[in-house]
C-alpha cells in the first residue's frame, strides 16, 4: 500500500511531497517506533474559533460537574467539623 501526497515538515520547505509506504506487521517483528517533532501547526483563523467556541460550550458541563462535587465535598466538610468550629465560637 502507499499513501502519495503526504507532506513533511521538509517539504514544505522544498514544496516537495513523499510518499509513505504501509507495511504489514509482522509478530516475530514489531514495528520500531520513531521520535516526531512538530515544528509547526498550520489551522485556519475561522476552524480554531470554531473549535474554541466548541471547547467553551464543552467545559460547561464539566465545571456543573466540578461545582457539585465540591458542594458536596464542603457539605461534608462543614458536617463533619462544624460542630468543632461552632462550639469554639460559644460563650459558655
Do not use: C, H, R
Given at each position: 500500500?502507499?499513501m502519495?501526497?503526504?507532506?513533511?515538515?521538509?517539504?514544505?520547505?522544498?514544496n516537495?511531497?513523499?510518499?509513505?509506504?504501509a507495511?504489514?506487521?509482522?509478530k516475530?517483528?514489531p514495528?520500531q517506533?520513531q521520535?516526531v517533532?512538530?515544528?509547526?501547526?498550520?489551522?485556519?483563523f475561522?476552524?480554531?474559533?470554531?473549535?474554541?467556541?466548541k471547547?467553551?460550550?464543552a467545559?460547561?458541563?464539566a465545571?456543573?460537574?466540578?461545582?457539585a462535587?465540591?458542594?458536596?465535598?464542603?457539605?461534608?466538610a462543614?458536617?463533619?467539623?462544624?460542630?468543632?468550629?461552632m462550639?469554639?465560637?460559644?460563650?459558655?
Amino acid at each position: 500500500m502507499k499513501m502519495d501526497n503526504v507532506k513533511s515538515a521538509d517539504s514544505k520547505e522544498n514544496n516537495k511531497t513523499q510518499t509513505i509506504e504501509a507495511k504489514k506487521i509482522n509478530k516475530n517483528n514489531p514495528p520500531q517506533t520513531q521520535p516526531v517533532k512538530i515544528i509547526d501547526f498550520d489551522m485556519p483563523f475561522g476552524s480554531m474559533v470554531s473549535f474554541m467556541i466548541k471547547w467553551v460550550l464543552a467545559s460547561i458541563p464539566a465545571m456543573m460537574i466540578l461545582f457539585a462535587i465540591g458542594f458536596i465535598l464542603s457539605m461534608i466538610a462543614i458536617s463533619i467539623f462544624g460542630s468543632i468550629i461552632m462550639s469554639t465560637f460559644t460563650y459558655n
